[in-house]
């Protein structure tokens, strides 16, 4: 087993794991931003079996750079993680990305490392986290931000109210980022079904961390809003839109 850091040099080679295919727009749009953001300090990290075959990956930033509506400065912040074969699952490999994780930020002089988790779609459980010593320090809607520190004071890291920003966003809105490379798709999808159903749908790229810890959402770089109401807060096919569109037009 070996982990790789993926980087400039080698990201057409390991690729960026939730998205292999190298001439797919999504791939394109993901490797740009991650090139943004490595000075940053964010890292992709692969774990690899013996047979040099990727089963793992976890993507991690410095807090105050998080694309996640988050106040947790000195903290690296866990983005996401995925097994990607059941198979592969409860072998402890995801443990072994997490250690990973707190040993970078241990060598930056770090105050520990936190994420967000959920029951819901997209996004980590936090039964693999609670097994790595990871408790929860505040909670909003389906989202919890759990969190590991290395010495036990200071002020916890805590969410910011996404809420707060809904009633911004009338009319239909779909809000994005290119920090997950399977947005580019469900964009270009729902906006040609907008169009086709006559619908004016608003949208907004998110370019930078301080504009996705303002997002309308608790995932920070995917919303869907409409007049002000958040109808999803992660990626979604065409299909699922397609049903949104004809429940809420239904209810005029």
């Given at each position: 087993?070996?982990?790789v850091d993926v980087n400039l040099e080698n990201i057409l080679t390991e690729t960026l794991f939730c998205v292999k295919d190298i001439k797919s727009p999504g791939f394109k749009s993901k490797s740009d931003w991650f090139q943004k953001r490595l000075k940053e300090g964010l890292r992709i990290k692969i774990l690899k079996n013996e047979k040099d075959k990727?089963?793992?990956?976890?993507?991690y930033t410095p807090a105050e750079f998080a694309w996640r509506p988050i106040n947790a400065d000195g903290y690296m912040f866990i983005h996401c993680m995925f097994t990607y074969s059941k198979g592969d699952r409860d072998k402890g490999y995801g443990n072994m990305l997490i250690t990973a994780c707190?040993?970078?930020?241990?060598?930056?002089?770090?105050?520990?490392?936190?994420v967000m988790t959920s029951n819901g779609t997209w996004i980590t459980d936090?039964?693999?986290f609670e097994k790595n010593g990871y408790e929860?320090?505040?909670?909003?809607?389906?989202?919890?931000?759990?969190?590991?520190?290395f010495k036990k004071n200071g002020v916890p890291p805590e969410l910011i109210d996404w809420t707060m920003e809904q009633k911004k966003y009338q009319?239909?809105?779909?809000?994005?980022?290119?920090?997950?490379?399977?947005?580019?798709?469900?964009?270009?999808?729902?906006?040609e079904t907008a169009?086709?159903?006559?619908?004016?749908l608003k949208i907004k790229k998110l370019?930078?961390?301080?504009?996705?810890?303002?997002?309308?959402?608790?995932?920070?770089?995917?919303?869907?809003?409409?007049?002000?109401?958040?109808?999803?807060?992660?990626?979604?096919?065409?299909?699922?839109?397609?049903?949104?569109?004809?429940?809420?037009?239904?209810?005029?």
């Open positions: 087993m070996k982990i990727s089963i793992a990956f976890i993507e707190e040993e970078d930020a241990k060598s930056r002089k770090m105050k520990g490392v936190c936090k039964r693999l929860i320090t505040d909670q909003k809607g389906r989202f919890e931000l759990m969190v590991k520190p009319g239909w809105n779909l809000v994005y980022s290119d920090q997950c490379p399977w947005h580019e798709k469900s964009v270009f999808a729902l906006y169009l086709d159903s006559g619908i004016d370019t930078t961390p301080k504009q996705a810890k303002k997002s309308p959402s608790g995932f920070g770089t995917f919303a869907l809003l409409r007049d002000g109401r958040l109808l999803e807060d992660h990626y979604i096919s065409q299909t699922r839109f397609k049903n949104i569109l004809q429940k809420e037009l239904s209810s005029n």
